[in-house]
């Protein structure tokens, strides 16, 4: 049988089916492919906007009482390219589409999906603001149905749920069920295969992943020596606050409350009685006076998410491990999370498909869009080669997500 020389669409369909394997991150958050980017150069510019749901308030009694419809959005911004560049011969082009996958194309993409995805999920971390946390201790069966909970209470919906988590979360969590009563195929894989399997604990896929980030907390230590320095002038959809000055830093990613400051329900408005959690936006510096935050404050309308504003001299205090130590000072431990897929959202753009190249080829899976491009070194009979992604990610809707913090 006569080999024939691998065409451009066969080589990038199989790259990007590599690449859609190795996400279980990215792979199981919200990857809409916008049509808008599906032109040449994706020339619509390197942004989208994302709609948020419209919000409301709810009157009480027979007198209409109009209200305004204000939409709002976040925007992704497609802003990163990332590629693996190699060279072939043209004997490698004989190869079968088997062997040319796992001789080249495997380890290529193994690669390119790794730091995709460690981008992806070392950035997004650092927009979610509820978290459970027990830093130093093993992931147990009630810490992971407390970030459910956190995640119910926040209305995410129940399906589908992802827990997606350090490969020693899963080592504690399959031997905290060895013993529990579970389903025997479930049992199976837990022996079998080491591995926390689908629907568990209300979570209907779990993963466990080697690239999730060390959070490393600011040098504050957490017992609220900043204080709000505000004489009753926040505005409401504020995110940065002014403070007296602390002691310590605090770093991006880094949770905190505002003494005195409730969620509250997000249907009814009523306070849940418990802190309000909100995560820092940018580092600061040693004694601080400004600490930027997420979500934005709101204490009345239909986007009220606390229960009243910080009051003056109110403590910055972080956030509490196991609800009731602080986390200290430049403390250190890893992140896992538990989401719903549109908490989270990844998008690619189509590159421009130069001309007067040996080929070039651009293809689509599952929302992610590759392109190949190749040309020919007479000097040598080689095959210099480029596989480039130009992508972005966003979590659009962070209250749907929960971050696991523990060892």
């Known amino acids: 049988m006569v080999n024939t020389l691998l065409t451009p669409t066969a080589v990038t369909r199989e790259a990007l089916r590599i690449l859609h394997q190795k996400l279980n991150f990215v792979g199981s958050i919200d990857r809409q492919y916008d049509d808008q980017y599906a032109k040449t150069g994706a020339k619509i510019g390197d942004s989208l906007k994302i709609r948020?749901?419209?919000?409301?308030?709810?009157?009480?009694?027979?007198?209409?009482?109009?209200?305004?419809?204000?939409?709002?959005?976040?925007?992704?911004?497609?802003?990163?390219?990332?590629?693996?560049?190699?060279?072939?011969?043209?004997?490698?082009?004989?190869?079968?589409?088997?062997?040319?996958?796992?001789r080249i194309l495997e380890p290529a993409m193994s690669v390119l999906a790794a730091n995709i995805e460690y981008d992806a999920m070392s950035g997004m971390y650092k927009s979610i603001y509820?978290?459970?946390?027990?830093?130093?201790?093993?992931?147990?069966?009630?810490?992971?149905?407390?970030?459910?909970?956190?995640?119910?209470?926040n209305l995410a919906p129940i399906s589908p749920r992802c827990l997606n988590i350090p490969t020693q979360y899963n080592v504690d969590l399959v031997e905290a069920v060895k013993?529990?009563?579970n389903d025997p195929s479930k049992i199976s894989k837990n022996y079998r295969e080491g591995m926390i399997g689908s629907n568990f604990l209300g979570f209907s896929?779990?993963?466990?992943?080697?690239?999730?980030?060390?959070?490393?907390?600011?040098?504050?230590?957490?017992?609220?020596?900043y204080l709000v320095n505000d004489a009753g002038t926040i505005a409401e959809g504020s995110t940065s606050i002014t403070v007296d000055t602390g002691a310590g830093t605090w770093a991006a990613g880094d949770i905190f409350y505002f003494g005195g400051v409730n969620s509250v329900h997000a249907e009814t408005k009523a306070s849940t009685g418990k802190l309000k959690s909100f995560v820092v936006t940018a580092a600061s510096g040693t004694s601080a006076t400004t600490?930027?935050?997420?979500?934005?404050?709101?204490?009345?309308?239909?986007?009220?998410?606390?229960?009243?504003?910080?009051?003056?001299?109110?403590?910055?205090?972080?956030?509490?491990?196991?609800?009731?130590?602080?986390?200290?000072?430049?403390?250190d431990y890893s992140i896992g999370m538990g989401y719903h897929k549109d908490a989270f959202a990844f998008a690619t753009a189509d590159l421009v498909m130069p001309k007067g190249l040996d080929f070039a080829a651009r293809e689509v899976m599952d929302g992610i869009s590759m392109r190949i491009v190749r040309d020919y070194d007479i000097s040598?009979?080689?095959?210099?080669?480029?596989?480039?992604?130009?992508?972005?990610?966003?979590?659009?809707?962070?209250?749907l997500a929960c971050r696991f913090g523990l060892h």
């Open 179 to 181: 013993s529990q009563f």
């Open 130 to 153: 509820n978290e459970i946390s027990d830093v130093g201790a093993s992931a147990s069966t009630l810490l992971a149905m407390n970030v459910g909970q956190v995640m119910t209470d």
């Open 380 to 399: 040598d009979d080689t095959l210099p080669c480029r596989l480039d992604v130009l992508y972005g990610y966003k979590a659009v809707r962070p209250e």
């Open 291 to 331: 600490i930027s935050f997420s979500p934005a404050l709101y204490s009345t309308g239909a986007k009220q998410n606390v229960s009243a504003m910080p009051a003056d001299n109110a403590p910055l205090s972080k956030l509490e491990s196991d609800r009731s130590t602080p986390i200290g000072a430049s403390a």
């Open 205 to 225: 896929e779990v993963y466990q992943n080697t690239l999730w980030p060390i959070h490393t907390t600011g040098t504050d230590d957490g017992t609220g020596d």
């Open 52 to 102: 948020l749901p419209n919000e409301y308030t709810v009157r009480t009694g027979a007198a209409i009482s109009v209200q305004d419809t204000t939409e709002s959005s976040v925007t992704l911004q497609i802003a990163t390219q990332k590629g693996v560049d190699m060279s072939f011969t043209s004997m490698d082009l004989t190869l079968s589409l088997d062997d040319f996958s796992k």
